[in-house]
């Protein structure tokens, strides 16, 4: 037990300085100011000075944008990016996940709330305004966010499968892959968690008075969380040459920020091209390991 | 009446308290006395299906789901049944539950048996012939005798599997046996939960007598995630009333997709997964309008009271389940089931934290209370469950030991949580559970911090 509670004491760099704490906040405000999303923010700004304790009072709320903010943040300070330092308690990618879309699901919570909502009720489903559709399209918003998360679990499941783990140590580290199924699906799992990520993260919600300062935290934060954890599977590939470990990253927040910016240019389009590639390449490499396996144990 | 269904509230307690009594008790060794001339058999298996039988027959009462006699009686043959190592009286005991099944619940005259009794008999016939199978060819109508693996073949094991999906897969043709009830038949096929999940226990038993065939792995596991994922998606679109049906059908199939596994964390996690179907059909059992009208906690609570039953959040009960299910998978280096127990755990959170609408707008009775209650205990099974696993769960691992495959195991994790293992001892899942407890307080209060600064901020520039 004292080992556990050392390590846990020694965790509080990594809960207030990096990659918890300041930097993670830091990093989810610099997102924040580099996807612009195309939302009225006058309307956020008013709402914004409404106290902590939420529009009807009361410490449930409290509690609620607490643990929105709390989630991702945890799941940020646990990661194991460069210079972090070990520690011992890694939770793995199914509680990486979880905690991360914690804040999404409360804000979809409060949205299904038809008490919240003042004079008018809101007891269906809440839309979900698109930088592709350029408006409020309710069934195209929750098709593409099932097929985002869709290709995402397909991917993270083809990563896995290669590593042999669900660890998130497992992701930093190279697997000794040796057949061309192996790599291949690999490559083709990180490609499609990151192109998931596209879909997954411009999801912005529709700023009214049901969107507080925790929730607002909670939501970057969970993009924040979400880059850095599809950060992670490249390491492998640069650790050789170190210096070039923040590059992935830079790609995925300019891949972000230039699909925000020029929604028409690309994937409203593209979109549905790409995720069938990809969900049938990764399918069918999937299909071949699995094959290759079965051989391995039955024969 | 009340008086009836009072002092069977005691009694029920009472038997709890010997039942996990005698699961202590049993924990390293079996306990065969010489009473009845050697019928009897009390192992760890046989004390966690009571204790769950227990604890549904007292949901249900709790819940006046059923009248007193017909639950007591088949607490009573069902427990007969586990405490037996002879697969004849097993068998038998099921028989009886079954026909108190049949004529114990409360339908008016109007409707007809037969169909009825034709469906829930059939996993009994089905297990009749199973052990006829054994006695024919292992000579014995024991499962702990010495040559009672010979018995367990392909014949055997398709017929208990068939019994089992036609037992614990009730909910799936719920309409032929609810055809004709016009009120309440949700209640109807809530109270046959009990005897659905005692037809996980001759499934499981299977593993005393041996190791099993790959083809049955995969034919259970098949059958298992089938159920599972189809039950939820039923789930999400079905009416409020019918949604808990599902659910509990979804549930019985994550067990039967660990049971099915043949490992040892397999077992860990269909067991717990088990564990789980009393929780939820006590939290999500919605009341029958003729309930007495009592204090309902505020919609907020409520909303939250359910969300802490779903696989929301890392530390419920519902959650550790799924997190189990697929560490074994993982485990065993099963990554496709792997996806489909993600899927089904997704599919279930988006059912459950879809019904603060309606139980709104429900009538109010005494449900709203029980479930801030039961999400209360969830979590407590959640963060508890390292030692849940400890003290319910490993003995059946280790007592069922010789029928199971080293192809993974999910043990404690000191003073961290649970770590899944695979079959050369590297860890492939970590739930860090109390860790995470602990660095979320701290982490709150820094959070409480950030978000009074910037509502300080906000005023002074607004």
Redesign the interface.
């Known amino acids: 037990m004292g080992e556990w509670l050392g390590t846990l004491g020694l965790a509080w760099p990594r809960l207030v300085l990096y990659p918890g704490g300041l930097s993670a906040l830091g990093f989810a405000w610099v997102l924040d100011c580099l996807l612009v999303y195309s939302v009225d923010r006058s309307v956020f700004a008013s709402t914004r000075t409404a106290p902590v304790d939420g529009a009807t009072g009361g410490g449930p709320w409290l509690i609620l944008d607490l643990s929105a903010v709390v989630a991702p943040l945890l799941i940020i300070s646990l990661l194991p990016v460069p210079l972090s330092g070990y520690f011992a308690y890694t939770p793995d990618l199914l509680v990486a996940l979880v905690l991360l879309d914690w804040p999404w699901l409360c804000w979809y919570g409060r949205r299904c709330m038809p008490v919240l909502s003042g004079s008018t009720s809101r007891g269906v489903a809440p839309s979900v305004s698109s930088p592709w559709k350029g408006g409020q399209g309710v069934l195209e918003g929750w098709r593409h966010l099932y097929e985002a998360y869709g290709l995402l679990v397909l991917s993270l499941l083809a990563v896995a499968q290669t590593q042999g783990s669900l660890r998130l140590e497992a992701l930093t580290v190279s697997s000794a892959s040796a057949t061309l199924a192996h790599q291949a699906l690999r490559w083709l799992g990180m490609a499609g968690w990151s192109v998931a990520l596209l879909m997954l993260l411009l999801r912005e919600a529709d700023l009214d008075q049901t969107m507080t300062s925790g929730l607002w935290w909670g939501l970057r934060l969970r993009t924040g969380g979400h880059v850095l954890l599809a950060w992670l599977p490249w390491f492998p590939l640069l650790q050789p040459r170190s210096w070039l470990l923040l590059l992935p990253l830079l790609l995925l927040v300019s891949a972000l920020a230039l699909v925000t910016w020029r929604p028409d240019m690309l994937l409203r389009h593209l979109w549905p091209i790409v995720w069938r590639s990809l969900m049938l390449g990764i399918g069918l490499t999937f299909s071949r390991v699995i094959y290759e396996l079965l051989v391995a144990r039955l024969c | 009446m009340r008086s009836l269904r009072f002092v069977s509230h005691l009694y029920y307690l009472l038997a709890l308290l010997a039942v996990l009594w005698l699961t202590w008790y049993v924990r390293d060794v079996p306990l065969e006395p010489a009473l009845f001339a050697g019928q009897l058999r009390v192992d760890s298996l046989s004390t966690f299906f009571a204790l769950l039988t227990l604890l549904l027959a007292l949901v249900q009462s709790v819940l006046s789901l059923r009248s007193v006699w017909p639950t007591l009686l088949l607490t009573l043959c069902l427990a007969g049944a586990y405490a037996t190592s002879n697969l004849l009286l097993v068998a038998a005991g099921y028989l009886l539950a079954t026909l108190i099944e049949v004529v114990g619940g409360r339908l008016p005259r109007s409707v007809p048996l037969a169909p009825r009794a034709i469906w829930l008999l059939l996993p009994v016939v089905c297990f009749a012939v199973a052990v006829a199978g054994l006695q024919t060819q292992a000579g014995t109508w024991h499962y702990q005798a010495s040559l009672a693996g010979v018995g367990l073949s392909s014949f055997v094991f398709w017929f208990v599997l068939l019994a089992t999906i036609l037992g614990s897969a009730v909910h799936v043709y719920a309409h032929v046996l609810t055809s004709g009830i016009t009120s309440g038949p949700h209640t109807y096929t809530l109270a046959g939960i009990c005897l659905a999940l005692a037809w996980c226990y001759p499934l499981v038993r299977l593993y005393s007598l041996g190791p099993w065939n790959?083809g049955w792995h995969a034919a259970t596991l098949l059958l298992g995630g089938a159920l599972a994922l189809w039950t939820v998606c039923r789930a999400l679109v079905a009416p409020i009333t019918m949604r808990t049906h599902w659910l509990l059908s979804s549930q019985l199939g994550v067990a039967l997709i660990g049971l099915g596994m043949g490992t040892s964390a397999g077992i860990v996690a269909g067991c717990y997964a088990l564990m789980l179907v009393p929780l939820l059909l006590a939290g999500l059992a919605f009341p029958a309008p003729s309930q007495t009208q009592a204090v309902v906690p505020?919609?907020?609570?409520l909303?939250?009271a359910l969300?802490l039953l779903s696989?929301?959040?890392?530390l419920t009960a519902p959650?550790v389940s799924?997190?189990m299910g697929?560490?074994a998978a993982?485990a065993g280096?099963m990554?496709?089931l792997?996806?489909i127990l993600?899927?089904t755990g997704?599919l279930c959170?988006l059912t459950i934290?879809?019904c603060?609408?309606p139980l709104?707008s429900a009538v109010p009775g005494r449900s709203g209370r029980t479930v801030v209650w039961v999400a209360g205990i969830s979590v407590a099974l959640g963060v508890t469950a390292p030692i849940v696993v400890w003290m319910f769960i490993r003995p059946i691992v280790q007592q069922l030991q010789g029928g199971l495959t080293p192809f993974g195991d999910i043990a404690l994790?000191?003073?961290?949580?649970l770590i899944a293992l695979?079959a050369a001892r590297?860890?492939?899942?970590?739930?860090?559970s109390l860790?995470?407890l602990?660095?979320?307080l701290?982490?709150?209060a820094?959070?409480?911090l950030?978000?009074?600064l910037?509502?300080m901020m906000?005023?002074r520039c607004?």
């Open positions: 790959a505020s919609p907020v609570t909303s939250w969300w696989p929301a959040l890392p959650f799924f997190w697929i560490g993982a280096r990554f496709l792997v996806g993600w899927v997704l959170t934290v879809q603060p609408r709104l994790w000191p003073w961290g949580g695979n590297q860890p492939v899942a970590t739930l860090p860790t995470l602990l660095l979320m701290v982490l709150g820094l959070a409480w950030l978000l009074r910037q509502s906000d005023n607004g």
